[in-house]
């Protein structure tokens, strides 16, 4: 079965630095990525997936992620924070073999501050 | 705004009582999810209809949950007899059903509390 890690519980990082936001995986075949964002009292906002191709893609607000398949990574990073990016993260994957469900690690909180 | 939407937004329920929960999906999208999302953990997924057909079914989905589908549209979520446990967030979630890529589409979530 499927899963994914967020090691992290919360991250914080002063605004114009750069964020990562840590993600790992495991399936049993070839994964689809997403991450989403949540803000308070607010559903999930999608923004980035990897499919196949190119392993960094670029997402909304400015984010990209890595796709790493030998260290089964999808680190999400941010090359300057803004204030406005504090919000909870999750990391999602879909394993093809599996059926169409997402699975969501725990998420972690961002924390940019001034 | 055409994005997902759901209905009620929140429902406080007695211990017992039954509760159904409404989702319209973004319109052009023919596959819908229901996922639930308890405090500090990420969505859980519940179920999955493909238009009007139900696909796939978490072992989580016990008998007291049904969901229906019926035109291919909007979808129900109902809880038979609510429990303490069944307190959360319940969210749906809608995508593109072409390839099966596509990302899902959120909407604001139901927030269920059991007394």
């Known amino acids: 079965a499927q899963s994914v890690a967020q090691p992290e519980d919360q991250v914080n990082v002063a605004e114009g630095n750069p964020l990562t936001v840590k993600c790992t995986y495991s399936v049993s075949g070839n994964p689809y990525l997403f991450w989403y964002v949540q803000y308070p009292n607010r559903g999930l906002q999608f923004l980035l997936k990897y499919i196949t191709g190119d392993n960094l893609v670029k997402g909304s607000y400015g984010f990209e992620a890595e796709f790493n398949k030998s260290q089964t990574s999808f680190h999400l990073k941010k090359p300057s924070a803004l204030v406005s990016d504090s919000a909870l993260y999750f990391c999602a994957v879909r394993d093809m073999r599996e059926g169409n469900k997402l699975v969501f690690g725990a998420g972690t909180i961002l924390r940019v501050k001034s | 705004d055409t994005g997902v939407s759901q209905d009620p937004r929140h429902k406080i329920t007695k211990r017992g009582q039954n509760v159904t929960f409404r989702c319209d999906p973004i319109?052009?999208?023919?596959?819908l999810y229901w996922y639930r999302q308890t405090l500090g953990q990420g969505p859980e997924f519940l179920t999955y209809?493909?238009?009007?057909?139900?696909?796939?079914k978490s072992r989580l989905l016990s008998d007291r949950f049904s969901a229906e589908r019926p035109k291919g549209s909007f979808s129900t979520l109902e809880i038979q007899r609510t429990e303490q446990g069944d307190s959360a967030m319940y969210l749906c979630a809608s995508s593109l059903g072409s390839g099966s890529s596509y990302e899902q589409y959120f909407g604001p979530g139901t927030r269920l509390t059991v007394t």
């Open positions: 319109s052009e999208h023919n596959r």
């Open positions: 209809f493909q238009n009007e057909a139900q696909l796939e």
